[in-house]
């Protein structure tokens, strides 16, 4: 079975300081990892991904996303945050030997970026 | 939003009539996916198509049913709308993968539907 764990649902942090925001994953093989962000009213938008290769997957927005396969985690950073970055951020994966092709959400981390 | 529109953006409708929402994309992707958005549950799969006609049922499929019967358009009709239905809800797309093994799946701006 696939799952992800987001075990925040709100972050705080004071603009200008790095942010983290944290997802853990199981699947019973290899993933596919993603991060999307919500801002509001509005759909997902896609951050970022990890499909092979380099642990640190860079992103859209100057946001970036480590993959620990010891850990099972993918947790999304940025080094300084911007108020424009408040927002509803999704991990979500995949395993890679599922035989169809959806994605397994989790229930959201509400960052906001204090001025 | 990727070229994907949905309609209605917005519905009010009451118990035990019948819904169908509609995604529309321009992008001709293969593959075209409803979810559901719901506080504390962050998204969850209705059905998926992977081609015209080729549909599969998801996480929480129950009471929904869905069609696609050209590349660009996948329906999802709610039969007999309940209260539990209420929701926002979003249709995604994503591309064949190709020699990545999996593309991302973009989203479109989602139809707020209250069942009464």
């Known amino acids: 079975a696939q799952s992800v764990a987001q075990p925040e649902d709100q972050v705080n942090v004071a603009e200008g300081n790095p942010l983290t925001v944290k997802c853990t994953y199981s699947?019973?093989?290899?993933?596919?990892l993603f991060w999307y962000v919500q801002y509001p009213n509005r759909g997902l938008q896609f951050l970022l991904k990890?499909?092979?290769?380099?642990?640190l997957v860079k992103g859209s927005y100057g946001f970036e996303a480590e993959f620990n396969k010891s850990q099972t985690s993918f947790h999304l950073k940025k080094p300084s945050a911007l108020v424009s970055d408040s927002a509803l951020y999704f991990c979500?994966?995949?395993?890679?030997?599922?035989?169809?092709?959806?994605?397994?959400f989790g229930t959201g981390t509400r960052l906001t970026v204090i001025p | 939003d990727a070229g994907i529109t949905q309609s209605p953006r917005h519905k009010v409708t009451e118990t035990g009539t019948p819904v169908t929402l509609r995604c529309h994309q321009t992008?001709?992707?293969?593959?075209m996916y409803w979810y559901r958005q719901d506080p504390g549950h962050g998204l969850r799969l209705i059905h998926y198509?992977?081609?015209?006609?080729?549909?599969d049922k998801g996480e929480v499929s129950d009471g929904y049913s869905v069609s696609r019967s050209k590349t660009e358009d996948f329906l999802l009709t709610l039969e007999s709308a309940t209260s539990s239905q209420t929701s926002v809800y979003f249709c995604?797309?994503?591309?064949?993968?190709?020699?990545?093994?999996?593309?991302?799946?973009?989203f479109g701006p989602g139809t707020r539907l209250t069942v009464l």
């Open positions: 995604a797309i994503s591309d064949f993968p190709g020699t990545s093994g999996y593309n991302e799946q973009f």
């Open positions: 699947v019973s093989g290899n993933p596919y």
């Open positions: 990890y499909i092979t290769g380099d642990n």
């Open positions: 979500a994966v995949r395993d890679r030997t599922a035989g169809a092709n959806n994605l397994f």
């Open positions: 992008e001709n992707h293969r593959y």
């Open positions: 198509s992977y081609g015209v006609k080729d549909t």
